[in-house]
């Protein structure tokens, strides 16, 4: 069974850093192309960066770039998403995103004083 379960969201200041984790299951992730995407309220879900497992291309929204890094960790099966310099615009849930279509349960982020 394909699962993917995120973690790693939160409260953070403006400013702050949170770093969100997705393990992957039923699949070696670093074969196919994994993304994180987020949803605020009122909001379509848009990508946020996306990562080719098998060559390590990034790529991320205009949004955040320079500022989030998505990784992967081979041996935990994980990718991550390291977000710094935080906005409250970029508070929303975030959500891991793998092949054909499968998604996380999500996590959400919250950046405000």
């Known amino acids: 069974q394909v699962q993917l379960v995120e973690s790693g969201g939160g409260l953070v200041q403006p400013g702050g850093s949170l770093r969100l984790s997705c393990a992957a299951s039923?699949?070696?992730?670093?074969?196919?192309?994994m993304s994180w995407y987020r949803q605020a309220p009122a909001k379509e879900r848009e990508v946020v960066a996306v990562i080719d497992g098998a060559g390590g291309v990034t790529n991320y929204a205009d949004s955040v770039k320079g500022r989030f890094t998505i990784s992967g960790d081979n041996a935990k099966n994980t990718v991550y998403l390291q977000m710094n310099s935080l906005k409250p615009e970029d508070t929303a849930v975030y959500y891991c995103k793998g092949p054909v279509g499968t998604w996380g349960q999500g996590t959400q982020v919250t950046v405000s004083s």
């Open positions: 039923g699949f070696t992730f670093s074969w196919y192309v």
